[in-house]
């Protein structure tokens, strides 16, 4: 078993920036990729940025280019910085981590991030 606790969300203007993190505990040997998801009210949860056990990220095109993940397997933390938000960045964000010995996937309970104009 994995469990993942994030932290950093909060308040933030439009054009400010934010640093979400997610540490890691449990079965840490077991994790493969690890990644960030967002659900924003009415809708369904969404893939942001996922970052490989060896460091290769992925992002939607929604934040290309603003946020970036990191990953720094000695702390088991995943971190995303959050550049230059926007509105409709505003969600819940939840850590993701999937295990490289079976098709499962933990989550984190999720950090609110609310972006106001």
């Known amino acids: 078993q994995v469990q993942l606790v994030e932290s950093g969300g909060g308040l933030v203007q439009a054009g400010g920036s934010l640093r979400l993190s997610c540490v890691a505990s449990?079965?840490?040997?077991?994790?493969?990729?690890m990644g960030w998801y967002r659900q924003a009210p009415g809708k369904q949860r969404e893939l942001v940025a996922v970052?490989?056990?060896?460091?290769?990220?992925n992002y939607a095109d929604s934040v290309k280019d603003r946020f970036t993940i990191s990953r720094d397997n000695a702390k088991n933390t995943v971190y995303l910085q959050m550049n230059n938000v926007k509105s409709e960045d505003t969600a819940v964000y939840y850590c993701n981590a999937n295990s490289r010995y079976r098709p499962v996937d933990y989550w984190g309970r999720g950090t609110q991030v609310t972006v106001s104009s």
């Open positions: 449990g079965s840490i040997r077991s994790i493969n990729a």
């Open positions: 970052i490989s056990s060896g460091g290769s990220t």
